[in-house]
Every structure is written in C-alpha cells, then in structure tokens.
C-alpha cells in the first residue's frame, strides 16, 4: 500500500545511522506502516507511545529502552523512572554513551505517534536524532504533525494515496461478492484515506455490497465516533452551517444566506471542515459528512430539507431537497432527469447520489430504464466503466424495456467490455440482434457497425466483413446518426482490407460535435487514415478531436492520445509518441481502460525510456490477460516489437520466436505494414542461414503487398531483397533500398536498414563501410530518440552468416549511389570509401592495455567471446542470463572503444 514511502525509509536506513519522521494524518495508515516496516527491516522493533502516559517524565524514552532486547538498556529505563528530576541533557548523554558501548548489530526503532511522547522523551529523542553516527541506530519517528523537537530531520509524508492504490486496497479489504461499481464508489469517496475506506466498507449493507440494493447515500460510516467528539466540539454556528452542508452533496454558496454565513464558511475551511469548488461548498470527507448526517434526526433533516426547497436557486438542488420532503415516482423522474444535466456539466459525482436516490424512492420502469441507460452512456464516456456497468444491469433487469432498450443495452455491454479488455461479447449481441434486431433496425445498424469496427480493430477480418454485410441490409431502413457511424465502420474496413474500393477512405468529414456518434465517426475515419499510412491527416484528425467539446469526456481523451501514440509511433515520429505516453504514464488517468492497448504502449515506452524492469511488469500482465482472452492485433504488436529487440540485441532464437509468433497471429490482415514484422523474420532468417524459408515470406510479402499497396511494404521489400541478394549484387541492392527512403518516410525503418546493410557489410569483410553505415544507422537512431538502439548495435561476426546460399568472404564494397534525404544522415550508404570519422588504432600496440581495464567479470565475456562463442552460449556458461551477457558486452564496448563483436575480436589476442 505504501510500497513508495516504505523503499524510501529502507533506503535511507541502509545508508547510515539516522532519525527520519514518517508524518500522516489520523487514517494515513501510519500502524501499518509499521507493522510492514518491521516485516521488512532487519533487526527492527516498533513501540508506540502512550497519550495517557505524557504528562509522567522519561516515560516515553522508557518505553523505546525497553523496546531494545539488552539488559543494559532495561536498567537505563528502571533508572530513569527511579529519578524523573534529572535533566534532559544527562538522559541524553547517558544514552548516548551507552549506543556507543553497544556492540551490536545495526537497529531499527520505530516510534509511532512520537508526536504524543512527554515533553522530555521528546526532548531526548530530538537531541539523539541528530547524533546517531556511530551508534548503529536508526530512528523512524512517525507522527500526525511534527513537534519543535523533531523539526529540520528528513521526512516521508504519507499523503492521501492515488486512485490506483485507493482502488486496490478497497479490493484487497472487500470480500469477493461485492459488486466492482461499489468498490470504485468506496475508493472514490474516501478521498484515499485508508483508514475512511475501511469505515466506508463496514457501513455497507450485504445488498449493498452485492451492488443488488441502491446505495443510501452519504455511505453509512463504520465508526463514527472520533467524528461526532470533534462535530461537537465545534461553535455553535458551525456545528449548524456543517449540519446544512451534510444534506446535499454540494451547496451553493449564494444559498446560505447573508455574510454572517460566509464568515462562518471561510472559518470552516480554515479549520479544514469545508471545501470550495468556485461557488460550491461541500464537506471535505465523506466519512464526516455521513457521520453528521446520520448522527442528525431524520425529522431535522426533514425541516431543513423543507426549507431549502424554499430558498435555493439552483434547480438541481431544489430537485434533491423536494425528494426528501415529498419522496414518490415523481421525485425520482426529477432526479433522473438532473442527474443527466448534472452529467453533462461535468459533476458525476454528484449526479451519482441523485441517481441512487431515485432507484431508492421507486422501482425503475421502462421509461426509468431508458433514462438509466442514457446515464450509463454518459459514465460510460467519463471512464467509469464499472459505473455505467451498474446502470446497465439495473435497466436490462426491467421487464417491460422495449427493444430498443435491450439493444442499447447489448451495445453498452459490448463497448464497455471492449474498452476494458479489447474483448468482443459476441454471442450477447448476437442473442440480442436475434431477438430484437426486427424491432429496432437503428439500433441494429450501430450495434453491427460497432461488432465490425472492433473486430477490424483486432484483426479479425472474416468476422468484421460479415457484420459489414448484415449491416448494410439494414441501411435502408436506417436513419442518422446511424448511417455516419455504418459509413465510419466500413472506411475503418477498407484502410486494413482491399475487399472494398480503397477511395472511400478519403471522405472524412471534421465536423465534431457533442453527439457521441458524430465523435465516434470521427474516431473511426481517423483511425482509418493511421492504418491507411496517411499519418500527417490522421495526426489533424486526432488534434481536431483534443479541440473538439468531446474531450470533454476523459475516455475520448484517453482514445484519442492512445491513437495519436501509435499513428507518431507508425510514422516513426518517435519522440512524438514517447511525449504522447509519458503523458499518459504520468497523468496516470484512467489506466483501466483499453487495458492491454495502453500495456502495449507502455512496455514500448518503458524498454525505450530505459526501464526494462517496469516493461518487463507491463509484458508479464499482457501474458495474463493473454491467457483468458488473446487479441490477436494486440499479440502481434507485441511480438513484431520483441522480436526487433531481440534481433538487434543479437538474440537470434528468440527474435525467430517473437517473429514467428507474430507472423502466425497476424495471417488474417493482408496488409504487413499493420504488424511489421516481416523484413525483421527474413533478417533473421537469412543471418541463421534458413534462406528458403526467408524466400517464401519475401514472396508472399511480394503478394500481400499488390493485394493492398503499401509505402512500409515497398520499403520492406527492398530490405528484404537486399538482404537475400548475392554478395555482388548486396552492397548495391542494400543502396538502392536506403535510396527510396525519402523525408516522409520512417527514419526508424531506415536505422533499421543500415543496421542490416552494414551486418552483412561486416559478413563481407568490409569492415571500414560497415563502420561507416553503422555509424549512420547509430546517429539516425539518436536522432529519433532511441539511445538503446544506437548504442547496442550488434555485429554479424555472432552469426553463421549473412550471405545467402554461401559463406561470408572478402568482397569489395559495391560502388556508390546518391545519398537519399537527409544529407550526414545516410551519407555513408552513398559512398564507398573514405576515412573513419575515428581513425583505426592497432590491436597490437592496446590489447595488453584494454585486457587490463577491464574487471574480472567482464575478462570472462571477453574471453568467450574471442573463442567464438554467442551470447546465448556464453550465458550458459557463465550461468548467466542473455540480458545480463548484453549489457556486459555494452560496457566493455565503452571501455575498450569500439562499436561491435567483431572490432573487439580484432583488438585482442586470440588464444
């Protein structure tokens, strides 16, 4: 739960001796903080002070002596109590001297609530805090406010936790058989104060819990009573004004009446009572709002109530007051209908308790289930998927809903599942066309253009056509917006099939308005221009969709940056795309939604903002998610990406792996330049000399290519080709395929080019190029923001070979050509001969040298190396993982100066 502030503590206690302050407020958590401290920490004991004991002397330093289990330290502790009269200095001293004698192992002592100490433990624990060296101690004083005696020491704040933390630990405290939508309510409401959500979850009900009975809202509290000690403490007139603002979930401030009031406001916030939001009051936390409120006589709340209904000027809140003054069917529709204009000014949560209140006033009809599905949809674009999932199921248990209604309701449960796990409910809304489709063809269209566009979204084209062809039967009878989002379906089609005229795929209106449907479309054509490789018009497409009032709505915003990632990552505008996820990362917003897509995104950006621990957490969920339901577009992505790693990182069997896997996935989608994955498989298969089976994917690369034309694929052929040229014809095949490389095009495919080019350059014997080309691929790498990639460009020497059908040999470099683009850049493809911008050194006059620089460790990797063996072999040798074999590789590239196997090689003596 505290994982962050626990590290840090850890940390700062492995470095030395020292005193640092964990400061949280009542509920932070601090107890367990301690308790999973002293699990973690060696050696470490934990007391607690003792409020009833401050006012006797020494008796809190007392109590942390006897926490230590030595003798010496109890009889200090019975001394002290025999003599309270002595002065803090010689405590002090004493205690110090005897750390100081004390030949023991390193101690950790944590103090809670050190903050209620007596004056003079606390005294003596300031003077110690800052005096520890030497001694072998560390104190860790946690505390709800910081005494003067404790000041200036470094301190961990534990602060409110964040919605993910919130929400895991509210899931971790509940039993299974509460409903998620309760669950993420709780997290919500207790503003991620532990303690608050364990009070929250004890309020509820079993029904409630179950999600079966609506929420009575502000939540039932567990334990109240530390509240209603401090509520009563409090001045009469704002025990009043709190009392007030327990009965709605905001006030306005002109609704409380004259200045007198207002006075009375600004003392409650300063007091930390109240919060305000512009012209809104609300209670700060809704443990204090329940407590107040329930701890109130319902025939009170009734009259104030009454009054406010009188009085307010805000229609949404008359609305809440006269549901309690005349409770009934009619109340409820009101509510319904406020909750809606609630939602579509931005205040869900708010309109959340006007919805429960209506669901507890009457049962919801057919008219109420179709109120409660617009309110589904509404939460459903706010990103709170569990939320709307509630509404749905509450709207589908109503037994007179019309057809259209169970349609909204299968299209509802498709998008929330699919925006959760990219997962397809099938057989749901294949059920609820079957049984309603004839009723509600409207509904009927957008639930198959919904089918077909997520099912092109996950590569499923077979499946996607079909639902295109059920669709368009119906378009006759269909109105808007229906037709837009068919039309939409079908564009998003056509840019990833060529089954159908490839033109309609220009018609992209951008023209976004608040209509859902329209934002979708919109979603949908823009889509359709990233798989189309119209990058530059796709990235407008999503910028309009940022300016446009659906970003409004955070599931839009999140869609949208998760797109727009991936058409700058598709374009090879990488450094766009690391900003665009680095956002998201950050924001952390939403990190549920479209799960494994943002996993994807994220393992990508944690491998090339160099954090493989956190990419390799990002590829283990993907594998468990893969494990209930495989997205093949998603698992595709993500073998064409480690496949590439492992190429370029020498791994050679397992980028035949990930690249095979890949290929396998992806058999469906005829056009390559969706998974990318081909020109990497046929590198590695001509490097491990498998040159058949490297012609047979050319050739149907070839074929799936002219099925859908392709800038990617006429690129990747041409790599490919090069690479199954013969060695007199490579070095110009590998030229001509950087040639057609032009400024619109990916620089990452063209690094990807040079790094090929000069491997087989390196398999040729014509190491002064391959230097030159691979110096070229490095700095274009760099310059597109992928440092990893420029510095572990690897060697042909740690393959059989390179050249198709022979071995690798002495051959001349190929004459030059024009260099394409960017001049610097790729100027060494270009050219054939010319001097290293390093200069060449001779192995003879350094080996002895560069042998002696480097550690142990690193000599063994040398060793192997220079006797021929791979990575992979000379990490069984060394019982040693490939990664661990690579990265010493890289560091001894550092030291000894050169840029690959065979440089080093060439610099060492051979044994």
Known sequence: MREQELARVQRACDASEIAIVVRGPRGSGRSTFVREAVERLPRAFDVRANPTESSWPFAGISSLLYAIDDERWRHLALSLGSAPDLEVVVVAHRILTLLHEHDAPATVLLVDDADLLDPRSRAVVGFLAR??????????????????????LDEVVLGPLDARRTRALVGHLAPARHHPAVLDVVAHRSGGSPADAVDLLAGLTPAQAAGSAPLELPLRPGRVEHVVRRFAQLPPAQAALVERLALAPRTHADDLGGGDELEVVDELVAAGWVARDGAWLSLTREPVRSAVFHSTSAR????????????????????????????????????????????AEGSPDVAFEYVERSLLLAQPGARAADHLLVVAAAYFYRGHLEIARRYVDIAESVEEASPHSRLVVASLRVRIEYVATQSLLTALAERALELH?????????????????YSTERWELVRAAEYLARMDALLGVAHEPAHTVAESAAILFDAMSSARARSRSTAVAVQVGPNPSSTTALMTRARALTYAERYDEARDLFRTLLASPAAVDPLWVVTTRLYDADNDRLAGDLRAATATVAALVEQDELPHVHRPYRLFHELWYFHETGRPDRARACEDELLDISRGSRNPAISARVDAYLGARALHAGDLDEAARALMRCRMVSAGPPG???????????????????????????????????????????????????????????????????????????????????????????????????????????????????????????????????????????????????????????????????????????????????????????????????????NREIAARLFLSVRAVESRLTAIYRKVGVRSRAQLVSLLPHP
């Open 672 to 870: 390559p330049h969706l998974y990318r994955c081909d020109a990497d498989l046929v590198e590695v298969l001509v490097r491990t000399g498998n040159t058949a089976a490297a012609r047979t994917i050319v050739d149907d690369l070839a074929r799936r290519s002219a099925a859908a034309s392709s800038r990617w694929s006429a690129l990747a052929l041409a790599r490919c080709r090069a690479l199954l040229a013969p060695d007199d014809e490579a070095v110009r095949a590998f030229e001509d395929a950087a040639v057609m490389f032009g400024p619109r095009d990916s620089d990452y495919e063209l690094a990807r080019t040079l790094s090929a080019f000069a491997a087989r350059l390196d398999a040729m014997g014509a190491g002064e190029r391959a230097e030159r080309v691979r110096d070229d691929a490095a700095a274009t790498y760099r310059r597109i923001g992928l440092p990893w990639w420029a510095g572990d460009l690897v060697g042909a020497d740690d393959d059989a070979s390179l050249a198709p059908g022979a071995p690798a040999g002495p051959s001349p470099a190929g004459p030059g050509s024009s260099s394409p683009g960017q001049p610097g850049a790729r100027s060494s493809v270009a050219h054939s001969s010319g001097a290293h911008s390093s200069g060449a050194r001779s192995s003879d006059a350094r080996s002895s040298d560069l042998v002696a620089a480097l550690s142990d460790a690193e000599r063994d990797v040398v060793e192997l190396v220079v006797a021929g063996l791979r």
């Open 437 to 453: 489709g004839a009723s509600a063809p409207d509904e009927s269209v957008l639930l198959l253009a919904l089918l077909a566009t």
């Open 300 to 343: 009170r709340r009734r009259e104030h109530h009454r009054r406010a209904v009188e009085h307010v000027s805000d229609p949404y809140a008359s609305d809440w007051h006269a549901s309690f003054v005349d409770p009934g069917p009619r109340a409820a529709e009101a509510l319904r209908r406020a909750a809606l204009g609630l939602l």
């Open 131 to 152: 005096r520890l060296a030497g001694t072998g101690l560390r104190l860790v004083l946690l505390v709800e406010s910081v005494p003067p005696e404790l000041g200036g």
